[in-house]
């Protein structure tokens, strides 16, 4: 800043009301423009957090980069941070519940002003670091008594894609899940599905339950499996829409192992497979949506507009598809 000042002929002070939005003359503001452009000057966020108190800077904690439905997350995020002047730290875990938390408290102690947490397992550590989180923080994707989420109601959405499935299909009709410990994906997901399944008549066999772990690969394995192990299947629904995806892979190489069966389901809508195969019945969930609001609900807590008390749940809506 010191530099600035010296080469635009004017004080330090007058610098620091520039940068701030401060009043000063056109012709001086002129002249730290360009002293600013020609010294290549950034600002520090650890001096601007010690002068104003935010660094405009809010910590984003993801599963995975590679997956459609965190894109979707993040492209919302991302619109609101920009339109309101605030940046994004990403931070990827791999699907790891124990590096959610470690981001958790490095993000506490970086100068972040928020937290923006793309939820999968809900431990017990993961609740005590919520609750004890000393900067505002919003899940996305998963219901938490007591804090902030932005989230899809899983169960009611499997509800009525396995009572719409089982009027279409006559037979058996497998499931491919994921682990339990994601309570919405896992959890609420089977257990809505089965619901639905048994309102309409048609109850799901346990042996005809395989679980994945949200990628392709674990969905082609899990559907290999079931189709050497129950031949008789009719329809194979999945948990997610990548291992849909993995599921009708191994369909098409097995063809003779696997003809009985006439449909594979999945949940989350994704653009590809639905440009690849014209649409498999699935759930579309507003992941851009759920970004959008849950960003806006934290910037709105901290800007003051809400306070604390602007920071509560919120249910989002869902569609089935080509069903």
């Known amino acids: 800043m010191k530099d600035v000042a010296e080469l635009a002929g004017v004080s330090s002070a007058a610098v620091s ?29 650890q001096a601007r957090a010690l002068r104003t108190g935010s660094t405009k800077l809010i910590g984003v904690i993801v599963p995975k980069i590679n997956s459609e439905s965190v894109s979707r997350i993040t492209a919302g995020i991302g619109q609101v941070l920009g339109r309101r002047g605030y940046q994004m730290l990403l931070a990827n875990t791999d699907n790891a519940a124990d590096r959610e938390l470690e981001y958790l408290d490095l993000f506490q102690n970086h100068p972040v002003d928020g937290i923006v947490l793309v939820a999968t397992m809900i431990t017990d550590e993961h609740r005590r670091a919520i609750e004890s989180c000393r900067v505002p923080i919003v899940l996305i994707g998963q219901h938490v008594e007591g804090a902030a989420c932005v989230y899809h109601d899983d169960y009611e959405a499997a509800f009525e894609l396995g009572r719409a499935l089982a009027g279409r299909v006559d037979g058996k009709i497998a499931y491919i899940g994921v682990t339990e410990e994601d309570r919405a994906a896992g959890y609420e ?120 008390s602007g920071l509560k749940s919120l249910k989002l809506g869902h569609q089935l598809m080509n069903v």
């Open 189 to 308: 997901r089977r257990r809505g599905f089965e619901a639905g399944l048994r309102a309409a008549g048609n109850p799901l066999d346990a042996a005809l339950i395989r679980l994945g772990s949200f990628t392709l690969d674990s969905g082609y394995r899990a559907a290999r499996e079931l189709l050497a192990d129950a031949p008789d299947v009719s329809f194979i629904a999945c948990a997610t829409d990548t291992m849909a995806a993995g599921a009708l892979r191994a369909l098409d190489e097995v063809r003779g192992m696997g003809e009985g069966v006439r449909g594979v389901s999945g949940f989350g809508d994704n653009a590809f497979l639905r440009a690849l195969t014209g649409g498999i019945p699935t759930v579309h969930y507003g992941y851009l949506t759920s970004g959008v609001e849950a960003t806006n609900m934290l910037l709105n807590a901290l800007d003051g507009e809400e306070g604390e």
């Open 17 to 45: 009301r520039y940068l701030n939005g401060g009043y000063i003359s056109a012709d001086k503001a002129e002249r730290i423009k360009q002293a600013i452009e020609l010294t290549g000057y950034v600002r520090s966020s």
